[in-house]
């Protein structure tokens, strides 16, 4: 897919303040920076904190630790932990996020559901939902439950890609009848990460491959809410960095996070160093956008852009 420089307006770093930021975040902020540069697109910073038992302040800042030390650039959003407090957290969003479940609500989308991860995996190794609650007419103002929007309803799902060009496919088994609000009464990620992208005008988006799924669900219920800027968006999906073990990093392995390195007395180049190694490259890397030349082709599509 060709995209020129102005085509594209405004993309996203959306960290979750969960725990400490690791070298794959950094990965793939140094994408997200690489293409929004080539195709002068702003970069907003959302902090995605709807998972307010897992929130603490010193991961909240962290975060603008991380990309100062870094110097990853962002055009939009808070600059430090007061302006994110006072103005930029998800809570201040609710309403938007709330009128978009009532509406799901009013057109009858969505249906209550009262079952617990535990018993969906007893009974779905694969955690994938059954369907359990679909007929059981549990109310939706019902205490502990959850609403799942419908997905028995055939509907083609499009997406415009830069490496693929346009992907039309069908919702994933994983994604079937997924949760839109959670049992606490919050909006789940899916329908807060389609509302922010609209809110803030998103048109790029850059994740890990690991969120194909839910590019597709999200896709799909931006169609049930009839959001037709949704479709203008263009998603690039990379691969993730791993641990030589093989495994996906999270941020529970603190030994790959920037607060850690940092502790040790790390600087950016060794940071950046340590993901190109990850990679297979042997080369010294100074900073994001030496970094990101690395990825030409691999991680970031070179004939794409």
């Known amino acids: 897919m060709s995209i020129k420089p102005g085509q594209l307006s405004k993309t996203r770093i959306a960290p979750t303040p969960s ?15 690489a293409i929004a540069e080539k195709t002068d697109a702003k970069i907003v910073l959302r902090i995605d904190d709807l998972d307010r038992e897992r929130v603490r302040k010193e991961y909240v800042q962290v975060i603008f630790d991380t990309l100062n030390f870094l110097e990853i650039p962002w055009h939009e959003g808070p600059r ?13 969003r609710l309403n938007l996020y709330n009128k978009a479940l009532k509406e799901l609500s009013d057109s009858g989308q969505v249906f ?46 499009v997406i415009n890609t830069l490496d693929e060009g346009i992907i039309k496919t069908n919702l994933p088994a994983p994604m079937q009848d997924f949760v839109v609000r959670k ?9 807060a990460s389609v ?6 005008g998103v048109d790029l988006v850059v994740r890990g491959e690991d969120l194909y799924d839910s590019t597709l669900a999200q896709v799909y219920l931006a169609s049930v809410l009839n959001a037709e800027a949704f479709k203008n968006i ?11 073990s093989g495994r996906k990093l999270s941020k529970s392995a603190g030994d790959t996070s920037i607060h850690y390195l940092r502790a040790q007395g790390k600087k950016p180049v060794d940071v950046y160093t340590e ?3 990850m990679l297979g490259f042997e080369e010294n890397v100074k900073d994001w956008r030496q970094l990101a030349e690395l990825l030409n082709g691999n991680y970031l599509p070179s004939d794409s852009i």
């Open 112 to 157: 209550a559901c009262n079952c617990s991860r535990a018993q969906i995996r007893a009974n779905n190794p694969d955690e994938i939902y059954p369907g359990t609650c679909r007929g059981k007419a549990i109310p939706l103002n019902a205490r502990d439950v959850s609403w799942r929007l419908y997905t028995d309803r055939i509907r083609e799902i």
């Open 195 to 200: 509302i922010d992208d609209l809110h803030f």
């Open 234 to 244: 263009t998603f690039h999906h990379h691969p993730l960095l791993t641990a030589l």
């Open 183 to 191: 049992k606490d009464g919050y909006p789940a990620y899916q329908l």
């Open 275 to 277: 993901i190109a190694a």
């Open 80 to 92: 430090d932990f007061h302006e994110y407090e006072v103005e930029y957290s998800q809570i201040h």
């Open 19 to 33: 725990g400490f930021l690791h070298l794959g975040n950094v990965l793939s902020f140094t994408i997200t920076a």
